[in-house]
């Protein structure tokens, strides 16, 4: 972690030591008392963490936060088929660390259903992989995570701007370019199907809804891949 999340802008804590934090200032960043180290707000502003004291209770510190706050998500929107859950925890981490403004997870017809199920959902883990991800890429806004049953539900709620593209590795008669990059960083919309791809339904659905279809080469990708190396080549045009 580049650097330390916090949920709240406050002037002094206590880090109590089951804290996974503490472990990681005593263990990885190997700082003392009176050292400092980079920390944030959850979607709030950057600053520095001074340890005033490490004790048995835990890491007793203060903080100076930065006047300016920066949102640099990027405009591009990610619809993912629902995948198992360890998937699902590597798209969110991934995704969140590219710096995607929003993902919105939805139930497909060649999708498992059980995989809504996953505690990743029924609890907040799948916030945490959030977390994870923005504080690798030194950052402290995270993406917005939406859920739907079904695509049709997931279209129903995209706005209509800018432009939308879908992953198919069997229809798509173009690869996904740098020149499809959301230039000048007009709102982007991209969708990756579950792990068995789009049904005939779905592909109808998406081309009614004016997705174009792209593909990333002849070989069959795992979903996280697909979704990291689209992602990488649309970011390209907010760099």
């Given amino acids: 972690m580049n650097l330390l999340l916090f ?18 200032v005593r263990d990885v960043l190997r700082r003392l008392p009176g050292d400092d180290f980079d920390v944030a707000v959850v979607n709030g502003p950057k600053g520095k963490a001074t340890i005033l004291e490490d004790g048995t209770a835990g890491l007793r510190l203060s903080f100076l936060w930065q ?7 990027i405009p591009i929107r990610l619809l993912v088929g629902l995948p198992r859950p360890q998937t699902a925890r ?21 999708g498992e259903p059980s995989y809504a199920d996953s505690k990743l959902w029924s609890s907040d ?31 129903a ?18 690869p996904l370019a740098f020149t499809d990059s959301a230039l000048p960083r007009t709102p982007c919309q991209l969708a990756v199907g579950s792990e068995r ?13 004016e997705f174009e279809f792209r593909h990333l080469g002849p070989r069959v990708l795992r979903e996280e891949t697909a979704c990291v190396v689209a992602l990488g080549i649309l970011s390209s045009g907010y760099w």
């Fill in 90 to 110: 590597k798209i969110l981490r991934q995704a969140a660390s590219l710096g995607v403004e929003a993902m919105d997870f939805l139930g497909t017809d060649k």
């Fill in 157 to 174: 709620e995209l706005p209509r701007s800018g432009s939308r593209f879908a992953l198919d590795v069997y229809e798509a008669a173009s």
């Fill in 197 to 209: 791809g789009w049904s005939a339904r779905e592909r109808d659905l998406l081309r009614e809804s």
């Fill in 67 to 73: 006047d300016s706050i920066e949102d640099d998500r």
């Fill in 125 to 155: 883990e799948w916030r945490r992989h959030l977390l994870r991800g923005v504080e690798q890429a030194f950052s402290s806004f995270l993406p917005v995570v939406n859920r739907h049953p079904n695509i049709e539900a997931a279209l």
């Fill in 7 to 24: 949920e709240d802008q406050a002037n002094e804590i206590l880090l109590p030591i089951g804290d996974p934090r503490v472990a990681h």
